[in-house]
């Protein structure tokens, strides 16, 4: 039995797109699963559009995927080059032989006559394909233009009636008439290869077995099965993945929120997430499982299961995801996670050190339940760092305002003017000689000691909060963290302005 290889083929004209990448990513676990060969092969005869950056790009972003890879154009292999851009010689070469053997032929016509051609079947109910008006120019002709300088393109010359038959993996058996399909373009007139016949070219040479992608390349296949056929070539087996698309049945775009995996992995969204959802666009274990690693993934992955119903993309499953992938990780790896985001909003020193790490690994620990992507964490550190009473909501400010509130605050502050720091065992300890002082008890103790230390009248509780104060305030940050002191403090100054 033959080894399965399989093999993504972007073009790098643009960041990867959670479409392809889904594409990438079932054609790895197929591959893994059969223990096979993934093969990266990057398409970038677009010479107008294809960008070196977005080459780059795109290797980034399947690494930082989980998506490793045994051939490419960055480690080689047997069947390279991995690039269309290395390998045009190749194609001149099965062009010449279709040339030779009256299977393809030069084609003259301009734009702007297969232009009025299209636009004339058109408006005569007719399917927009070539008259094949070139193809009766003998061969002696043909060539002679050529050699004057003329430009012309190379078309594959296909039976007039028939029709081309194959069995797709997922949708089954499909049928396409000859007569809409017409004579396809093999090489563009500047010499180029068209997509349809570089690509069977390089599968039939890197001895692809299975052809996992998206359906939008279904009316390609018979096409490309025409090329096999013309080059005496078997083709590989067929598998078209459905469309990914937005909740409201639109094809996935900008305006549904992030679509590329470069966007996701800004906004936080862990690789293990983004990895474990996208299997799960188009397919669904047996167990009917939901949070799985890549490796439980591989295991259970089967195509026979792949649906033909368009995937919705849920970007709210996604979230549930990540948190639950969030979950699974270590205090330590969380903080790992979480630093660049950190970084980036200007909270930390330029040096942690160990009592950082360790005091990050408890703050992390605190926040980040219910936050669905890591980019809104920052925010929420804001608790610690930002100590600003004039931004109070009015709820807030009308506690703080009440009769009984200064009297409390003002007690609080005697009780710890001498303490360097406390626990929240002795913070309690010291809120009921509070109380026993000032006769104030219930939510009108409680509720302005709330609202003094952190502004706010609900979210992370005290007993977690102020130990993180205490022990925060004693580190260098680039920003200053209060003690529970300093906010009684502040809080006092700024009732009596």
């Not at 677009?46 to 290797?59: I, K, N, P």
């Not at 008259?131 to 061969?139: A, I, T, V, W």
């Not at 474990?276 to 993934?297: C, T």
């Amino acid at each position: 039995m033959r080894q399965v290889r399989v093999r993504f083929a972007p073009s790098p004209t643009g960041y990867l797109h959670v479409g392809n990448a889904r594409t990438a990513l079932f054609n790895w676990l197929f591959a893994r699963q059969k223990r096979g060969a993934f093969i990266l092969r990057v398409e970038d005869t677009d010479v107008e559009r294809s960008r070196q950056e977005y080459y780059l790009r795109l290797m980034d972003d399947l690494r930082w995927l989980g998506l490793d890879w045994d051939e490419g154009p960055d480690i080689g292999g047997d069947y390279g080059p991995y690039r269309q851009s290395e390998r045009l010689e190749i194609y001149r070469l099965y062009t010449q032989q279709l040339l030779e053997a009256g299977r393809a032929y030069y084609c003259f016509c301009s734009p702007e006559e297969l232009e009025q051609a299209r636009r004339e079947a058109l408006a005569a109910g007719r399917m927009p394909i070539y008259s094949g008006k070139c193809r009766h120019l003998s061969p002696e002709e043909a060539a002679a233009r050529v050699a004057r300088g003329e430009k012309a393109a190379v078309r594959l010359k296909t039976p007039d009636k028939g029709e081309v038959i194959f069995n797709d993996l997922v949708h089954g058996e499909l049928h396409f008439q000859l007569e809409v399909i017409g004579d396809p373009i093999l090489v563009r007139s500047n010499g180029l290869p068209a997509y349809n016949y570089a690509v069977v070219i390089d599968d039939h040479l890197m001895e692809i077995t299975h052809v996992i992608r998206g359906e939008d390349h279904i009316s390609n296949t018979p096409r490309q099965i025409l090329t096999y056929q013309a080059l005496g070539w078997e083709p590989p087996q067929f598998a078209h993945l459905s469309m990914v698309m937005g909740e409201d049945n639109t094809r996935l775009s900008k305006r549904h929120g992030a679509t590329s995996v470069d966007q996701f992995a800004q906004e936080g969204i862990l690789p293990e997430a983004l990895f474990n959802y996208l299997a799960f666009l188009g397919w669904s274990p047996p167990e009917g499982q939901e949070v799985l690693s890549r490796e439980e993934l591989v295991e259970l992955f089967n195509l026979s299961r792949v649906s033909r119903s368009a995937a919705i993309f849920d970007y709210q499953k996604l979230y549930w995801l990540n948190r639950q992938h969030l979950k699974r990780l270590t205090p330590g790896e969380k903080v790992t996670r979480v630093l660049p985001f950190l970084q980036k909003a200007g909270f930390l020193p330029e040096k942690l050190t160990r009592e950082h790490h360790l005091w990050l690994e408890k703050a992390v620990e605190a926040l980040i339940e219910g936050v669905n992507k890591l980019n809104e964490l920052p925010e929420k550190f804001n608790l610690f760092f930002e100590f600003d009473l004039s931004k109070m909501e009015e709820s807030a400010r009308r506690i703080l305002q009440a009769e009984s509130a200064r009297t409390v605050l003002e007690a609080l502050a005697e009780e710890l003017a001498n303490r360097s720091a406390v626990s929240f065992e002795e913070f309690s300890d010291i809120a009921r000689e509070v109380r026993q002082k000032t006769g104030v008890k219930g939510k009108e103790l409680f509720h302005p000691i709330r609202v003094a230390l952190t502004g706010q009248t609900s979210g992370l509780e005290l007993d977690k909060f102020i130990p993180l104060i205490e022990e925060g305030a004693r580190l260098t940050w680039r920003q200053p963290l209060l003690s529970a002191r300093e906010r009684i403090v502040r809080t006092l100054q700024w009732l009596t302005q």
